[in-house]
């Protein structure tokens, strides 16, 4: 158990549809970093929070959003989904800012499947 | 682009044996390299990390090997265990970065 928390862990709608995925980090961490992995794809860096703002941005769409709130916990908005988005989505945390030596602890991911 | 690339997506070792998982990247701007183990219906969890001011890493039954005129690394498991089955990733960052790059995977299966 890595201490990270993510729900909910299934989450199966339909295309055009909103969701809202939530993570809770580890005690004590700061940063709070979302990936998506699709079907044969390694983990794609989404977004990472340190402390309540916007630190680093990956290949996130415009249609995706994400926001960390003062008690730390993140929640990862997706929009006017479509098919391809049918993914698992991580959250993972750190201690610090995330500089390269900062060891990132992953949640059990959650399964979004768009029909 | 793929910047971190693992080429082989499965590897089926002995129980006992030793396994070795390849990564090759191409930033010349990395300089801090992990590995991350992943089990079904989990996330990835830390295994071991270099940096590349060394060419080796040691932990207990895993090792890590840079070799950066390459743009190569390796992990290697010695003996290999059932336990080891797992999907390991690779990954890499700079020191200018928050971002980590991740390789696409490697599934091991450690038979008895």
């Known amino acids: 158990d890595s201490g990270v928390t993510q729900t909910p862990k299934h989450l199966i709608t339909a295309t055009g549809q909103r969701v809202t995925l939530r993570c809770s980090p580890r005690?004590?961490?700061?940063?709070v970093y979302w990936y998506q992995q699709s079907l044969d794809q390694g983990l794609q860096f989404l977004i990472q929070?340190?402390?309540?703002?916007?630190?680093a941005k990956g290949n996130i769409l415009e249609r995706f959003s994400a926001q960390q709130f003062p008690d730390l916990h993140s929640e990862l908005n997706l929009s006017s989904l479509e098919l391809g988005d049918s993914a698992l989505y991580f959250c993972a945390s750190s201690v610090g800012k995330g500089r390269w030596a900062d060891t990132q602890y992953f949640g059990p991911g959650t399964r979004l499947t768009v029909l | 682009d793929q910047q971190v690339k693992q080429n082989s997506p499965s590897l089926s070792v002995q129980e006992g044996r030793i396994s070795i998982l390849n990564c090759d990247y191409t930033?010349?701007?990395?300089?801090?390299f992990l590995w991350y183990k992943k089990y079904p219906a989990e996330g990835p969890t830390f295994l071991i990390s270099?940096?590349?001011?060394?060419d080796k890493n040691e932990d207990g039954r895993f090792t890590v090997f840079l070799n950066k005129s390459a743009k190569h690394l390796s992990l290697h498991i010695v003996p290999s265990q059932p336990g080891d089955s797992a999907v390991y990733f690779c990954?890499?960052?700079?020191?200018?970065?928050?971002?980590?790059?991740f390789g696409t995977g490697t599934r091991l299966q450690v038979f008895p």
């Open positions: 930033n010349s701007m990395f300089d801090y």
């Open positions: 929070y340190y402390n309540g703002e916007e630190r």
């Open positions: 005690s004590g961490d700061l940063s």
């Open positions: 270099i940096s590349s001011i060394k």
């Open positions: 990954a890499a960052s700079d020191y200018n970065t928050d971002k980590l790059i």
